[in-house]
């Protein structure tokens, strides 16, 4: 079975531009998460999306959105990028949400902004 | 606010110790317990979850070991392999969303 993919692998950008990232979950799940990754802060959440509905939503500004297709697959866009979204950005699937649906992490988009 | 306090920021074993790394929190809410293994260029991958009613699960070489009264639990790898050098993030789930640590950094050296 294929695992969570994320397209692209990675991107530059300059300040003011906004970006896309895509996740297409591993097939049969329908929840997925996002997670911004940086040196010295972890895994912040971002947002979590089942079945095309956001069921949560992390301490991020508006400028942070997402979106789930009929599909599973998810994008997640960020606005007026500002230095500091500079991170590798992680998408995790699950067969359903909950404590009972392990996550399944893809390999990142590294986003550079400049 | 960090809901899960991990440490040590970064760790170096010889091969064969056995390398603890350790994580606290403070809601009592928390029921569900997994520690995740990421290498360079990939994303964390699950290695091992415990839930509050056990005090201690291994799988192979890894152990978590908890302890509720304390809100503490660590993850203890049993004769530390060069290829388990990697950044650990301990996480916690309340079903509802996962908090995770902020990694370790482990060596291992031959």
């Known amino acids: 079975k294929a695992g969570v993919t994320q397209t692209p692998r990675y991107l530059i950008k300059t300040r003011g531009q906004q970006v896309t990232l895509s996740c297409s979950p591993i097939s049969g799940h329908r929840s997925v998460s996002w997670y911004q990754q940086t040196p010295g802060q972890g895994l912040q959440f971002l947002f979590e999306y089942f079945s095309e509905t956001q069921r949560n939503k992390g301490n991020f500004p508006g400028r942070f959105s997402g979106r789930q297709f009929s599909n599973s697959r998810s994008e997640m866009n960020v606005s007026t990028l500002e230095l500091g979204d500079s991170a590798l950005y992680l998408c995790a699937s699950s067969l359903s949400t909950g404590r009972n649906s392990p996550l399944h992490f893809g390999n990142g988009t590294r986003l550079t902004v400049t | 606010q960090q809901q899960v306090k991990q440490s040590p920021q970064s760790l170096i074993v010889q091969k064969g110790g056995i390398p603890i790394i350790n994580c606290a929190y403070e809601?009592?809410?928390?029921?569900?317990f997994p520690w995740y293994q990421q290498f360079p260029g990939k994303g964390p991958a699950l290695l091992i979850a415990i839930r509050p009613d056990v005090s201690e699960k291994k799988e192979g070489r890894f152990t978590i070991s908890f302890n509720k009264s304390a809100k503490q639990f660590s993850l203890h790898i049993m004769d530390s392999q060069p290829g388990d050098s990697a950044t650990y993030f301990c996480?916690?789930?309340?079903?509802?969303?996962?908090?995770f640590g902020t990694g370790t950094s482990l060596t291992v050296i031959p």
């Open positions: 996480a916690a789930s309340t079903g509802n969303q996962f908090y």
């Open positions: 809601n009592t809410a928390f029921d569900y």
